[in-house]
């Protein structure tokens, strides 16, 4: 069970000492051997922390699993979002990082890697990147309790990953994998400020800053033909529905780790002293 304090509207954070031991996260509130200090989160309507039991949250059978997704920002700046397929039992048609699974006896940065190259193609060779751990979310899924009861339940460990090469190098050996991309896009920082910005279960649809553009490019992955098409920004922007189906938008965990990278940025530029200030990059 995950984050157990947290009262309020607003998406709770914490911090806490975690560990990865045969594809399970150990959580404590305080160090312990081979423990690495990182940012906790989970939304406010986490099913949870709502059914206030960890047996009633765990899925049956499963229990709480844990995965790694990469935010692979390019050395131009962007960074790498995909679109999951509509057919997809997890958040179908949400975008978020590459990721997934994590298999026993796998590290972290493996983990990325492996999900990265399945989803995207790209294979990043070491010496060509740096890297570090952003955070650790709670995602279940149905992300609420108005969608149904909880089938699946991860710890999702964010991690960015900064490439040496523009994004045109990279776009160039990107590959996706249909069954697990339906589209992807490289997004500017300002583009993921506003996207960051929004807060699921607030309500209301995302509203479209007039310093952004009103839509932005992406690549539609169907029969084998990468097609350019255009996305309303707004679509990016907007925020999960309290009630009734799902709709296209950033996942919440993602932008959870958005705000994380926007804060890590501001320490680069000075304007972080925090705790986030002292996680450098690891090689």
Excluded at 160 to 181: G, K
Aim: with cysteine; net charge negative.
């Amino acid at each position: 069970w995950f984050c157990s304090g947290g009262g309020g509207q607003g998406p709770w954070r914490g911090w806490g000492a975690c560990a990865l031991q045969r594809g399970r996260f150990l959580l404590a509130d305080a160090a312990f051997p081979g423990s690495t200090e990182t940012v906790l989160g989970r939304p406010p309507f986490c099913p949870a922390k709502l059914l206030g039991s960890p047996v009633a949250a765990e899925p049956r059978g499963r229990g709480v699993e844990a995965a790694v997704a990469v935010l692979l920002q390019a050395a131009t700046g962007p960074l790498l979002l995909t679109r999951r397929p509509h057919g997809l039992s997890i958040f179908p048609n949400v975008w978020v990082p590459p990721g997934g699974h994590v298999e026993p006896d796998e590290e972290l940065l493996a983990v990325g890697l492996r999900e990265l190259q399945e989803e995207t193609g790209l294979r990043l060779a070491a010496g060509t990147f740096t890297w570090r751990l952003l955070g650790l979310w709670e995602s279940v899924y149905p992300p609420m309790l108005s969608r149904g009861p909880p089938r699946r339940h991860h710890i999702v460990a964010y991690l960015l990953l900064r490439s040496q090469e523009p994004h045109e190098e990279l776009e160039a050996r990107i590959c996706p994998s249909e069954a697990e991309v339906s589209a992807y896009a490289w997004l500017e920082p300002r583009v993921l400020e506003a996207i960051a910005a929004t807060e699921d279960g607030a309500g209301g649809p995302g509203c479209v800053p007039s310093t952004l553009p009103a839509s932005v490019s992406i690549t539609e992955v169907s029969g084998g033909s990468p097609r350019a098409v255009q996305l309303p920004t707004a679509t990016l922007l907007n925020v999960a529905p309290a009630e009734g189906e799902d709709v296209e938008r950033v996942s919440t965990g993602t932008k959870f780790a958005l705000r994380l990278w926007l804060e890590a940025r501001g320490g680069e530029n000075g304007g972080q002293t925090g705790p986030e200030a002292a996680l450098g990059d690891w090689e």
